[in-house]
């Protein structure tokens, strides 16, 4: 239940006053992440295994594939491809599932009062932990094989936490422009598949030429990816920069998709 | 209760209505895809639908308010309105308390999960946290009286079952305003009493309803006043009995007109 008290004259501006709501909507989104993990732990006796074996089935494909290909260049290439992989995987669910859920919303929100960005805040916290459950045996491996492992590492859930978000802003602002162009959606996956490949998830960034290279950097995405794969990879953490970089590419996207998200959320109730 | 002294607020009103319009923007055709909006520079097709207009309304604390209509006139607009689902495109609306809005009672039910699961689930959307929901579940499960179906996942419920519980989680709200609306109306006979007797209680606690049926009898009967909509328009506010005799009439004078 949101306040006791309303006024449809003294309404906050949208975005502050969704900043409220949610404030005060503790209790459901806990239960909306609980949901999350829970359904997701049910549909089979294997359910934490399934949220590792799309990464991990990535991850042997490339392996055998590009293993000898890039041995030269990045020795472990397994330990190269597996902390971007799975950082990647959370980014594009993550986005995924806030657009999906916003565009089949609209039915809900018309009947169930509560904040329309509590939905997509549950998915991406649930988003975290399963990120952080596919993160895990990485980690444990890499500790466990004798790999130079420190306190890099402890900049690992940082910068989850900047990916995520970095992913809610834009799946918001992402989902705003769905409410009016049906088709937002699968552009937005058909456009996944080519921004993944312009960020260094599976190749080592050494063998591109220093024009493209350049180019690579003004990817958001690079940043988050190599300061999540450097810790594990080659126990280096993210330089200050470039947590200065990602501190502002995530909250610059988070703000402006809240922005453009709560413009329109009035709005969605009455499409059907 | 407390509340902050809001201007000419009368102490006792709990929802206030003054030239509350609401504007639906409904599109002709199935939505514009972006597609279309860059190739062909098309425009979204869209016509302006009157869901409510320039509607008056005090409801005083304690009050029964009955709202009756004909399909279309309005009435779940208003009550989504109350429910701060919608918001009015033009005039005023106060609400003071809070409110469980019985509108919509499957809300969030979700299928993979159990009776208890969800009970939690719906209690957090009225801002109930676990331990505040801990201390209901029990009279929840009793009221619902599904037995053991209780820990089952709602898939396996029959469609009675899935109201039982979903009435019995938010009826266990505590509010200061109720919102009802006819499609609470189901389930077997048995449960209709019990759920029936649990409005009438709520309303005898001094809990402020504002209830949508098209059983004009029975809405007669539970309510100290009926507001009359069509069209989005209030045609007539007043004690139940008198307008509710009016509105049977204009719909018997209307319903030869409707057959021809």
Redesign the interface.
């Known amino acids: 239940?949101?306040a006791?008290?309303?006024?449809?004259?003294a309404?906050p501006a949208r975005a502050l006053e969704e900043l409220l709501d949610i404030r005060?909507?503790?209790?459901?989104l806990?239960?909306?992440i609980s949901?999350n993990v829970?359904?997701r732990y049910?549909?089979s006796v294997f359910g934490v295994l399934w949220t590792m074996a799309q990464p991990a089935t990535m991850l042997l494909v490339l392996t055998l594939i590009f293993a000898h290909e890039f041995a030269a260049r990045a020795s472990t290439y397994a330990l190269y491809l597996a902390p971007g992989l799975i950082l990647w995987h959370f980014f594009a669910q993550t986005t995924s599932i806030v657009i999906t859920e916003v565009a089949s919303g609209g039915e809900?929100?018309?009947?169930?009062?509560?904040p329309k960005t509590a939905l997509p805040i549950a998915s991406t916290c649930s988003g975290l932990l399963n990120l952080g459950f596919a993160a895990l045996p990485v980690i444990a491996f890499v500790v466990l094989a004798g790999f130079p492992a420190g306190p890099a590492l402890l900049t690992l859930p940082v910068v989850a936490v900047l990916t995520a978000a970095f992913a809610l802003g834009l799946g918001l602002a992402v989902a705003a422009?769905a409410v009016?162009?049906?088709?937002?959606a699968e552009?937005y996956q058909m456009l996944l598949v080519p921004w993944m490949f312009v960020t260094p998830v599976i190749y080592p960034r050494v063998i591109l030429p220093a024009r493209v290279d350049r180019l690579l950097a003004l990817n958001p995405m690079t940043l988050f990816v190599d300061a999540f794969r450097h810790p594990l990879y080659d126990n280096t953490a993210a330089s200050p920069a470039s947590f200065a970089a990602m501190i502002a590419v995530a909250g610059a996207m988070l703000v402006g998709g809240w922005l453009v998200f709560t413009r329109c959320t009035?709005?969605m109730?009455?499409?059907g | 209760?407390t509340?902050?002294i809001?201007g000419d607020r009368a102490p006792d009103t709990a929802v206030r209505l003054e030239q509350?319009g609401v504007r639906?923007?409904v599109?002709i055709d199935?939505?514009?895809?972006?597609?279309e909006?860059v190739v062909r520079r098309r425009r979204?097709r869209v016509t302006e639908h009157q869901a409510l207009d320039g509607v008056d309304l005090d409801v005083r604390r304690g009050e029964t308010v009955g709202i009756i209509g004909s399909n279309g006139a309005g009435k779940t607009t208003l009550l989504?309105l109350i429910?701060?689902?919608?918001?009015?495109s033009a005039?005023?609306?106060?609400?003071?308390?809070?409110?469980?809005?019985l509108?919509?009672l499957f809300?969030?039910l979700?299928y993979?999960?159990t009776g208890r699961?969800n009970a939690?689930?719906t209690?957090?959307?009225?801002?109930?946290?676990?331990r505040?929901m801990q201390a209901r579940i029990d009279a929840i499960a009793d009221f619902a009286g599904i037995g053991e179906f209780f820990d089952a996942?709602l898939r396996t419920y029959s469609a009675g079952m899935m109201v039982r519980l979903a009435f019995a989680t938010a009826t266990s709200?505590d509010?200061?305003i109720l919102l009802i609306d006819e499609a609470l109306a189901v389930g077997d006979a048995a449960f209709q009493r019990k759920s029936g007797e649990r409005i009438e209680s709520f309303r005898r606690a001094g809990v402020t309803s504002i209830v949508v049926s098209h059983d004009v009898g029975h809405l007669a009967e539970m309510c100290h006043r009926i507001v009359w909509l069509e069209r989005g328009r209030v045609v007539e506010v007043g004690p139940s009995r008198c307008v509710v005799d009016r509105y049977l009439a204009a719909s018997a004078a209307e319903a030869p007109a409707a057959a021809r």
């Open positions: 239940m949101i006791h008290e309303y006024d449809s004259a309404r005060s909507s503790g209790p459901l806990l239960a909306l949901r829970k359904v049910k549909r809900l929100w018309r009947r169930v009062p509560m422009a009016y162009f049906h088709d937002t552009l009035d709005d109730a009455y499409r | 209760m509340w902050p809001a509350v639906y923007r599109a199935p939505g514009l895809s972006l597609k909006a979204r989504r429910a701060r689902v919608l918001h009015p005039g005023r609306l106060r609400v003071y308390g809070s409110v469980a809005p509108i919509d809300g969030m979700h993979e999960l699961e939690y689930l209690g957090a959307l009225f801002g109930l946290g676990r505040a996942p709200v509010a200061d």
